[in-house]
């Protein structure tokens, strides 16, 4: 069975553009995160989709926004790119939404913002 | 809310030596840890978790994890490191949800 997938792999934006991410989970995964790594730290929490619902979010401004669609796959938007933007995006998924289900990571998109 | 401490950034040891990977969680309720690892221009892989019953486990390739309550620690260990085995560690904690709490990162160094 493929993994979770995420595109692109790779991308360079310009400071004030918009991306678009998206990912797919694995067979039969309901849940889709979304996580943020910035260069020499830990992966930071952004989104959390279950069902196509929003059950978290976490400390990042309205410039970033998400969804999941009927076939459980999601999008990441970044709206107005700043250079601290750059970062590798990675997209999780699980089967529910409840803690200590196992997720699975994707092997991210690496955004660079010039 | 809860919060990982990984108090080193680097670890170098010699292949075939022990190594132990120290992680220390900050949180208010019962909570779920695991450990992730991840080689170079690579996603996060999960190495082993704790979720209820033995504070002990383990992982396929050799590593162990002791999930300690009264020193909030979940140390990783291996008793013989191999070249392969070099990557960057994340402890990482989840409380009741699934947003999942990374800390810093370990970077194990297996030394030839």
Do not use: M
């Not at chain 1, 401004?61 to 999601?74: E, I, K």
């Not at chain 2, 950034?9 to 992730?36: D, G, K, M, T």
């Not at chain 2, 002990?56 to 999930?67: D, M």
């Amino acid at each position: 069975d493929a993994g979770v997938t995420q595109s692109p792999t790779h991308l360079i934006k310009t400071r004030g553009q918009h991306v678009t991410l998206r990912c797919s989970p694995i067979s039969g995964h309901k849940s889709v995160s979304w996580y943020q790594q910035v260069l020499g730290q830990g992966p930071q929490f952004i989104f959390q989709y279950y069902e196509k619902e929003e059950r978290g979010r976490g400390n990042f401004p309205d410039r970033f926004s998400a969804r999941q669609f009927p076939n459980y796959s999601s999008e990441l938007n970044v709206n107005a790119l700043l250079l601290g933007d750059s970062a590798l995006y990675l997209c999780a998924s699980s089967q529910i939404a409840s803690s200590g289900n196992t997720i699975y990571f994707g092997e991210g998109s690496w955004l660079t913002v010039v | 809310a809860q919060s990982v401490t990984q108090l080193d950034s680097q670890v170098p040891v010699f292949e075939e030596a022990p190594v132990e990977l120290r992680c220390n969680y900050s949180s208010s309720v019962s909570v779920y840890l695991f450990w992730y690892v991840q080689y170079p221009n690579q996603g996060l892989q999960l190495l082993l978790k704790y979720l209820s019953g033995s504070t002990l486990v383990e992982s396929i390739n050799g590593f162990e994890a002791e999930f300690n309550k009264s020193q909030t620690s979940f140390h990783l260990r291996k008793p013989s490191v191999h070249i392969s085995d070099t990557a960057e560690y994340f402890c990482a904690v989840s409380e009741g949800n699934q947003k999942v709490t990374f800390g810093t990162g370990t970077k194990l160094q297996v030394i030839p």
